[in-house]
């Protein structure tokens, strides 16, 4: 496999498609710049956002396979992977919530400083609002800026799956922070959704009672910008005098719903609905694909757990067999990406599309679990290699086409979470959304 040792960047977004070029440099195994470019057309690319959580390091084939662990079976991630580039130094924080708040604004934590797994922490009486400050520029708003201040078409942004950086302020939901659609759960794990409904009826629900701060942090959500508002949408114009326009429209347009049995199979849905509906030529598509999947509890369809292909009767996925639960959930997780990706085929948008694969932090270690981060010492909650180096790439045709062919790459550059997507509010540049070649 040939490694690289540079980073130069392939898709600096600000700059014209057509002035982007690619180049390919490793010592001696340097074999110039390729010929096959991204061909473009004025249009920016398509950007796909894949994060699994709580991800170990060992528990995607192109790493298990160099341990001699032979029980990962994930085929979809591992050709995606070998036909891109290979992170193989990307570094997240050791939890859930820090690392998606510097995925989110390529800010470091003391920017983001209320940003916690208890994202549910809120004071109405002083306003505390837990998770990213409201207003904060996102990776969102920033590509739908810049897409409209370069003259193309706006950048549609959506968002499926786990938020968990905010909840607590309608100014902080997936809608105010710069995306048109959402649907999936705010807080740090889908036992949050448990016991909640979608309302249908008067009076107001306590979620909607007036004030800021939504105290629904718990629960499945449904955000649209369509022309349909919510049934309590009356009683929250109401209040236009403790809520701005732009918090009556989020809150107007946030719907709990009755969360599904299984989560990760209707965000999928949703994921290739978007994909394949969306008019790509009329604006390019952001998509955040968010799975509660590798996180507890470990829920995926039973028939993941049905007999092998040779016939051998698998047991049951129960907590007194993780090792095998766990397994069966990632190839689970890999047909997902597999779906997915596929979507993107069907819609013609494989050419130019980037797709980033990643996990948001190490492997999860500790009671109900059974994610593997060998040969990486530590897990989750700690800042050893196992805690923070997690699986990660860059796909899609749009980076395929910028390599020469017949060549694996694999990038032992340090890349941090809030490399991905640095964003300056105040100079309004958002100059280095770095997709980048590594090189």
Known sequence: MKHINALVAICTIFVVASDVTASTKSGKDAKGPPTNRPTTTGQLPNILIFLVDDLGYNQVGYNAELTGNNEIETPHIDEHANSGIIVNRGYMTPWCAPSRSALQTGRTNSFNQNVSNDVWSFDDSIGFVGGMPPGTVTLA?????????????????????????????????PMGMGYDEFLGFWGDSLESCDGWDAFTTSPLPR????????????GYWQQTNSSVDNVVCPYIREQSDLLTAEEIHIACKSTPKTPPKLIDLDIMEETVRIIVSHDYAARPLYHMHALQLMHLPMQ?????????????????????????????????????????TQAIKDAGQWHNTIILFSSDNGGAVYMNTANNNFPLRGSKFNAFEGGIRVPQFLSGGWIENSLPKGQNFKSNTYVFALDWAPVSGLANAIFLFQLVLLM
Request: glycine share 8%; no cysteine; hydrophobic share 30%.
């Open 300 to 340: 995926y369809p039973n028939a993941y757990d049905d007999p092998d292909e040779a016939g051998k009767e698998k047991k049951p996925a129960t907590n007194t067999d993780l090792r095998l639960s766990t397994r069966n959930a990632m190839r689970f997780v890999d047909d997902v990406f597999g779906n997915i």
């Open 207 to 218: 979620e909607f009672q007036p004030s800021v701060l939504t105290k629904a942090v718990p």
């Open 141 to 173: 708003k920033a590509l739908k800026d810049l897409s409209r201040n370069r003259n193309y078409g706006e950048y549609k942004t959506s968002y499926v799956g786990k938020w968990g950086i905010g909840g607590t302020a309608w100014a902080n939901t």
